[in-house]
């Protein structure tokens, strides 16, 4: 640590609030404790949690930083004792419960990857968050296989587009719901089959039409709201669904007649407040069935724009108004 600056900046949440509560501060260089390494951060993804954590609704777990950022890319600079198995100057990404939003962040090195060769350090920043919730989520909780269907909601959000180009390349056929005639045409681009306009069209009735009336065998969900109800509609017999958000709210009446004759599971859950273990497990597996689809160029993080580090209150204007497709990525 003695060849790094001690101060740093960061984007503090000054208070709850609106985007303009995002303020650069100096604060200390984070140093690594026994098990971590510290990242010279060169790019940091945007994500929805980090908007709740802004607003008050999404504390960060206990230790964590209160900077916000939940994903980063950039150099290892410093390493902790009993970390092993990377050495200063290595490129890698991380899934971190915070902190993101630095010139410098501390991970945990079993939370870290190699940065897949050919993936550039700006894509690389988008691929933690939604690569890690996509995989426990869909492959693991929902146990997606190849050939079976997936309906992904927000298809082209962050989670939605990883998720699309993910299941397509590992086997599954891919529907997708997304707000524009644009952003259907992304999602499919990406890999889905059919990308449904929420605004326009019944998608409980599509996906039931393109499979023949069986409906589908998984859905990723992160809209709640009257869509747990349309979920429970659209779902095949043994169909899994995931709720990992609810922009249209958790608390809903739902008719649980669905559930028992089609023997569906409704499941769900979140990956930030996970252990270092949990999340390290993730890990391994992104890197034995993912990875080689980022080497080969099959898979790539969709990145709409970057801002600078210092424009952090931009990017989440840019998050709000919902007008992204996939990822929005800070630059340091």
């Known amino acids: 640590m003695t060849a790094l600056s001690r101060e740093m900046t960061a984007i503090a949440i000054t208070k709850p609030g609106g985007p303009d509560v995002l303020k650069p501060q100096r604060i200390a260089v984070p140093v690594p404790k026994d098990h ?23 504390p960060p777990p206990p230790g964590a ?12 600079v410093a390493r902790g004792a009993s970390a092993r198995r990377y050495k200063e100057g290595d490129a890698v990404l991380a899934l971190v419960p915070g902190g993101g ?5 501390a991970a945990a090195e079993d939370n870290a990857l190699p940065i897949p060769e050919g993936v550039s350090m ?13 995989w426990t989520n869909v492959f693991e909780r ?35 719901t997304a707000g524009s005639p644009e952003k259907c045409r992304a999602c499919e681009k990406l890999g889905a089959e059919r990308c449904i306009d929420y605004r326009s069209e019944d998608f409980v009735q599509i996906v039931k039409d393109a499979t023949q009336g069986k409906g589908v065998d998984v859905i990723l969900d992160m809209v709640g709201g009257d869509y747990v109800g349309r979920n429970l509609a659209a779902a095949a ?12 709210g958790s608390k809903v009446e739902v008719d649980l007649l669905p559930i028992m004759l089609k023997r569906l599971t409704l499941t769900g ?10 999340k390290a497990e993730i890990a391994r597996a992104l890197e034995a069935k993912v990875w080689p689809l980022l080497a080969e160029g099959k898979v790539r993080p969709q990145i709409y724009k970057t801002f600078p580090l210092t424009e952090a209150a931009e990017a989440h204007r840019l998050m709000e108004s919902s007008a992204h497709i996939g990822k929005i990525i800070l630059q340091t």
Do not use: W
């Open 122 to 134: 700006i894509e690389a920043g988008g691929i933690p968050e939604t690569f890690f919730t996509v």
């Open 36 to 58: 971590e390494i510290l990242i010279k951060v060169e790019a940091a993804g945007v994500n929805r949690p980090d908007v709740l954590q802004r607003q008050g609704g999404y």
């Open 269 to 278: 859950s979140t990956l930030r407040p996970r252990s270092v273990a949990e």
């Open 101 to 105: 939003y630095a010139e410098y962040c």
């Open 142 to 176: 929902a146990g997606l296989k190849p050939k079976e269907t997936l309906l992904v909601h927000g298809g082209s959000s962050g989670i939605g587009t990883s998720a699309i180009m993910m299941a397509h390349h590992l086997g599954a056929r891919v529907f997708a």
């Open 65 to 76: 930083p209160s900077t916000p950022g939940l994903e980063v890319a950039g150099k290892v």
């Open 237 to 248: 017999m043994h169909g899994r669904i995931v709720n990992i958000a609810f922009l249209k």
